[in-house]
């Protein structure tokens, strides 16, 4: 008799601890969802390219895993100014109207986690036209907007498109404003629970032509 009361106790105690398992695993999906929504993520199943070639992030639990997303949103919103002097770097004729050149920037990214991310940079490259008005350096246009990373990394960056604007520092039009769209994939561990996830993200640079 002893045996048998033995025996259901323990399965009474496995059918509790699997409820209790099952609960908590809902309660995390639900408070995940939460956060997908709050932040705009979307959860992935992680390529093995990405699982080869990237480690994982750990995260105690969700409020640190939170902090990072607001880290990370707030290093995006970053935007930076540069410029730069056009004297000599006139590619084609001096007769012609306008005038072709490109420009490549890089730059330190330090949001991708708390030790590969020292050593990670942000790079953008883009071709552009100028013109001369009233004596005064204008943009016509920017094309071939491409961004990528390098060095070590733990979010991975994926270029997919890129816009320009243009507005006045000195002059009319003499600042490109340049934005690089892209695609972050990461994969952490939020306790014991690994899971993939991507985020829309804008790389900002301006470049302002000078005489």
């Given at each position: 008799?002893?045996?048998?009361?033995?025996?259901?106790?323990?399965?009474?105690?496995?059918?509790?601890?699997?409820?209790?398992?099952?609960?908590?695993?809902?309660?995390?999906?639900?408070?995940?969802?939460?956060?997908?929504?709050?932040?705009?993520?979307?959860l992935v199943d992680l390529e093995n390219s990405y699982?080869?070639?990237?480690?994982?992030?750990?995260?105690?639990?969700?409020?640190?895993?939170?902090?990072?997303?607001?880290?990370?949103?707030?290093?995006?919103?970053?935007?930076?100014?540069?410029?730069?002097?056009?004297?000599?770097?006139?590619?084609?004729?001096?007769?012609?109207?306008?005038?072709?050149?490109?420009?490549?920037?890089?730059?330190?990214?330090?949001?991708?986690?708390?030790?590969?991310?020292?050593?990670?940079?942000?790079?953008?490259?883009?071709?552009?036209t100028y013109k001369f008005v009233n004596n005064n350096?204008?943009?016509?246009?920017?094309?071939?907007?491409?961004?990528?990373?390098?060095?070590?990394?733990d979010v991975k960056w994926t270029h997919r498109d890129?816009?320009?604007?243009?507005?006045?520092?000195?002059?009319?039009?003499?600042?490109?404003?340049?934005?690089?769209?892209?695609?972050?994939?990461?994969?952490?561990?939020?306790?014991?629970?690994?899971?993939?996830?991507?985020?829309?993200?804008?790389?900002?640079?301006?470049?302002?032509?000078?005489?």
């Open positions: 008799m002893k045996k048998i009361i033995l025996s259901l106790s323990f399965t009474f105690m496995f059918a509790i601890l699997s409820a209790q398992g099952a609960n908590a695993s809902e309660d995390f999906e639900t408070k995940v969802n939460e956060l997908s929504d709050k932040y705009d993520f979307e699982m080869d070639n990237n480690s994982f992030l750990e995260f105690n639990d969700l409020e640190e895993f939170e902090e990072f997303l607001i880290q990370a949103k707030e290093n995006d919103s970053i935007s930076t100014s540069e410029e730069i002097k056009i004297e000599g770097n006139i590619r084609i004729s001096l007769f012609a109207t306008e005038y072709k050149d490109s420009h490549q920037v890089s730059w330190w990214g330090p949001m991708n986690g708390p030790v590969m991310g020292v050593l990670n940079m942000r790079n953008m490259s883009f071709d552009y350096p204008q943009f016509v246009n920017v094309t071939n907007i491409n961004s990528w990373q390098t060095g070590y990394h890129g816009t320009s604007s243009f507005s006045k520092k000195y002059s009319t039009k003499d600042t490109a404003n340049v934005v690089a769209k892209g695609l972050y994939t990461l994969g952490v561990v939020i306790g014991s629970n690994p899971i993939g996830f991507s985020w829309n993200g804008e790389w900002n640079r301006s470049l302002t032509l000078i005489k």
